[in-house]
């Protein structure tokens, strides 16, 4: 029975490392998903506004508005608008991720939004 204890607390200390590892990489595997998600929204909102008014500057104004303010400072904006009615508006949001987890701080991700629009009169 005792060498069945110290088996098991060997086990425990083999596998908790790796347990603990891919819970930290789950989470982080979420808190992409989310910045991305919060992104993509940005973008339709910059867009839109992008779509109805001429200057640029308020798109990415609305971008940065729609985006929560640890976010809205790490993000580059671009907006391609265009003046004739009809033609496509662009605004795309991109950031380097750089995750939060101490294990995965080495890898860092290009996260992309594009939304696209018709200018409207």
């Given at each position: 029975?005792?060498d069945e204890?110290?088996?098991?607390?060997?086990?425990?200390?083999?596998v908790?490392?790796?347990?603990l590892l891919?819970?930290?990489?789950?989470?982080e595997l979420?808190l992409i998903?989310v910045?991305?998600?919060?992104?993509?929204?940005?973008?339709?909102e910059?867009v839109?506004v992008?779509?109805?008014?001429?200057?640029p500057?308020?798109a990415?104004q609305?971008?940065?508005?729609a985006?929560s303010p640890?976010l809205?400072?790490?993000?580059?904006v671009?907006?391609?608008a265009?003046?004739?009615?009809?033609?496509s508006?662009?605004?795309k949001?991109?950031m380097r991720y750089?995750?939060a987890?101490p294990?995965?701080?080495?890898f860092v991700?290009?996260?992309?939004?594009r939304?696209?629009?018709?200018r409207?009169?």
């Amino acid at each position: 029975m005792r060498d069945e204890k110290g088996s098991l607390a060997v086990e425990a200390v083999l596998v908790l490392p790796i347990i603990l590892l891919v819970l930290v990489a789950v989470a982080e595997l979420f808190l992409i998903a989310v910045t991305r998600l919060e992104m993509e929204a940005a973008a339709r909102e910059g867009v839109r506004v992008a779509a109805t008014h001429p200057d640029p500057s308020r798109a990415a104004q609305a971008v940065r508005g729609a985006l929560s303010p640890g976010l809205a400072d790490r993000v580059r904006v671009e907006v391609i608008a265009a003046t004739v009615v009809g033609a496509s508006v662009e605004v795309k949001v991109s950031m380097r991720y750089r995750p939060a987890s101490p294990f995965l701080d080495r890898f860092v991700l290009g996260l992309n939004s594009r939304a696209v629009m018709q200018r409207e009169g």
